[in-house]
Nanobody, 122 residues
Framework: QVRLVESGGGSVQAGGSLRLSCAVS????????MAWFRQAPGKEREGVAL????????LYSDSVKGRFTISQDNAKTTLYLQMNSLNTEDTGMYYC???????????????WGQGTQVSVSS
């Protein structure tokens, strides 16, 4: 049974940093894509970073490129999102997701965590 559990969220001032973690258990070797999504209040959920577990190739949305870094540990049991230079527009619930397609479309992801809240104040 696949399980994703996020942690590391919190409150930070603009310009600060946070690192999110996602503990992954289950058939982790089968996934072709791991991702971080976020949902701001009143907005749709959006993808911010993808990583292909087998190669480490990553991709970022324009809104976070150059500020966020997605990575995984060697055992591929933990997914990370290092977030630097945070601004108020980064506020939202952050979710990790796992799936079998390299995609920004949330419908292509089969497994989701419960989310961790990030709040950035000015």
């Amino acid at each position: 049974q696949v399980r994703l559990v996020e942690s590391g969220g919190g409150s930070v001032q603009a310009g600060g940093s946070l690192r999110l973690s996602c503990a992954v258990s289950g058939a982790t070797s089968d996934f072709n894509c791991m991702a971080w999504f976020r949902q701001a209040p009143g907005k749709e959920r959006e993808g911010v970073a993808l990583i292909r577990p087998t190669s480490g190739i990553s991709l970022y949305s324009d809104s976070v490129k150059g500020r966020f870094t997605i990575s995984q540990d060697n055992a591929k049991t933990t997914l990370y999102l290092q977030m630097n230079s945070l601004n108020t527009e980064d506020t939202g619930m952050y979710y990790c997701a796992a799936g079998y397609r390299w995609s920004w479309y949330e419908g292509h992801y089969n497994f989701w965590g419960q989310g961790t809240q990030v709040s950035v104040s000015s």
